[in-house]
Nanobody
Framework: QVQLVESGGGSVQAGRSLRLSCAAS????????MAWYRQPPGKQREQVAV???????SYAASVQGRFTISRDTDKNRMYLQMNGLKAEDTAVYSC??????????WGKGIQVTISS
């Protein structure tokens, strides 16, 4: 089992920045990619950013150029630096990791609220 705990969320004004952190613990050997997802109010959950074990990253078009995903393997942490926040970034953000296609772990999620 892998436990994921998000932190760093909160409420900020549009244009500001936030940095989310995801701490991984438990049976973390064999973790491949890690990712951030978000679910805006009343909408479906969507992938925000992915970081692969190689260090390669990919982003949703809506956050490209504003968000940066990173990973500290020594500390077993993943981060999401969010700059230039917009009202439409308001959502519950969750970190996810997987050891295989059927071995997926989710954090509980953390609220990010952007006021315009």
């Amino acid at each position: 089992q892998v436990q994921l705990v998000e932190s760093g969320g909160g409420s900020v004004q549009a244009g500001r920045s936030l940095r989310l952190s995801c701490a991984a613990s438990g049976s973390i050997l064999g973790i491949n990619a890690m990712a951030w997802y978000r679910q805006p109010p009343g909408k479906q959950r969507e992938q925000v950013a992915v970081i692969h074990s190689t260090g390669g990253t990919s982003y949703a078009a809506s956050v490209q150029g504003r968000f940066t995903i990173s990973r500290d393997t020594d500390k077993n942490r993943m981060y999401l630096q969010m700059n230039g926040l917009k009202a439409e970034d308001t959502a519950v953000y969750s970190c996810v990791t997987a050891k295989g296609p059927r071995d997926i772990y989710w954090g509980k999620g953390i609220q990010v609220t952007i006021s315009s």
